[in-house]
């Protein structure tokens, strides 16, 4: 159980609580391996979204996918999710390559934040573990002592209409979080949000995986935040989707958004991984 | 996660009491071209059955219609008020009933539901005046042929709106509740049935405005006692005054059962009012 080491952030605390074990926890066959992607392919009729994929995120590890609009970015994150299943190639996350046992140890959290308008921010941070059998008032209580780390206190009883969008992609998070899966699969998450919010919550998110690191993937189609989050990033064609380059980003790990921006090797990626993509849009 | 984010983008929300103050300012407001209207038809009306010589078997005049209905109220109307609200009410409830039952189903089931939505719409297409009296003559001059009337009357508005309701939800927030391991019940209970809730109170507003008119279809195929008895017995006598009081009651109940409705509707789901004016 190599994954217990570097529990994932909403898991760790939101776990110990008794309660059926409706998700238990996977072992993992291939230490050091988070998602495996290999030769993986997904047409829809005649289109062909994705072909010969092939990725690897080790365990822990941050993965930032950049591509042109279209090019396939979001089907390939719901095959690794286990939403969708590809014609062609397999994907393996930790130890499971089935698509159910890819839903158990993966949360997925899509651009816009889908809360539930009835429920208030803990009810809605709550949900997985409603979900995997826990009381409802005590998932609310697990989930409680999380709130302040998103800077969400004081607002627990709030519904998400009364939220900024800023704080209702927070509680998003959250929700994803909670769910206590090993793996994170961003598909654009701040893409919804005016660009002052956008950076805030792109360093919080950094500051966030650096304290608690768990294998994520990460898509995009803004460079910069790819590079503040990911440790690699992968650049993909339009469509067919396919895997064109992959850098390795060598940032300090201190410092904040506006320093590493600044960064001489930040710009040097940022403007090598724009040029490219203007080739292969 | 280490670092705590705070700031203070909070939002400005106004305070319960306030909101309440100006909704029931605003809903005086709102009232008060209806009451206008009101008015004026009331006015028309006393004009033209006072002076115009109109004769009261055609049209009473307002103060004629009010005197018959205190006048008769405690020997007729009082009676067949209770007697028609009781049909009103339960065949509603049993209506309502049968309707989310019969949506839930049919949502749930690809099978069920193409093999009862033909049936449910040309259940519509059976014309009541018609299916009454059978209904009367199975169960007799018994409250159970009313029932079925006013059920059969009001499902469908019910069952569409809620069909409707529950497939409106976003479809990738149903990814997103397989994601959070949430099997096919737990998405119908936290997810897809509360968002059908706002719809399904559309089709409870509508079927409430409904119920009064088909208890007295089935109170006109054979009854003993109603508002719709009452009018039957009235319009040979040409009492026409007792049947404008008692199509009046009906009326009120009609608006009673709507505003009822809308409470709950407040009360239910609250959320759903952010948005709407």
Known sequence: M???GGSPAGSGAA?????PEAAPAPGIAAPGTGVQVRGVARAFGETVAVSGVDLEVPLHGRLAIVGPSGCGKSTLLSMVCGLDEPNEGSITVLDADTAQGRLRRCAWMPQRDLLLPWRDVLGNAALALENQGIRRRAA????????????LAGFEKRLPHQLSGGMRQRVSFLRTLVAGKEVLLLDEPFGALDSITRADLQQWLRSALDAEPRTTMLVTHDVEEALLIGERVVVMSARP????????????????????IRHPEFTELRDEILSLLEAVA | MSTTVTRPDEPAVASPQRSFRRSAASSVRRALPAAAILLAIAGIWEAVSHWFGVPDYVLPSLDRIASTGI???????????????????LGYLLSVVLAVTLAFALHSSRVVRNAVYPLLIGSQAVPVVVIAPVLAIIFGYTI?????????????????????????VDPELLRVMRTLDGNRWATLRRVEAPAALPSMFSGLRIAATYAPIGAVFGEYAGSQNGLGYVMIQAIPQLETDLVFAAIFI????????????SVLERIVCPWAREGKR
């Open chain 1, 15 to 19: 776990r110990p609580g008794a309660g």
């Open chain 1, 140 to 151: 609310r209580d697990q989930v409680a002592h999380l709130v302040e780390r998103f800077g």
């Open chain 1, 2 to 4: 190599a994954a217990t």
């Open chain 2, 144 to 168: 159970t042929p009313k029932l079925i009337v006013v059920a059969l009357i009001c499902f469908f508005p019910i069952v569409v709106n809620t069909i409707d309701g529950l497939a409106s």
């Open chain 2, 250 to 261: 009906l009326t009120a109940e009609a608006i009673l059962l709507f505003i009822a409705v």
């Open chain 1, 241 to 260: 989707g396919r895997v064109v380059a992959e850098f390795t980003v060598n940032l300090p790990h201190a410092g904040s958004r506006r320093e590493l």
């Open chain 2, 71 to 89: 006048s008769d109220w405690s020997g007729t109307l009082a009676s067949a008020t209770w007697v028609t609200t009781k049909e009103v009410v």
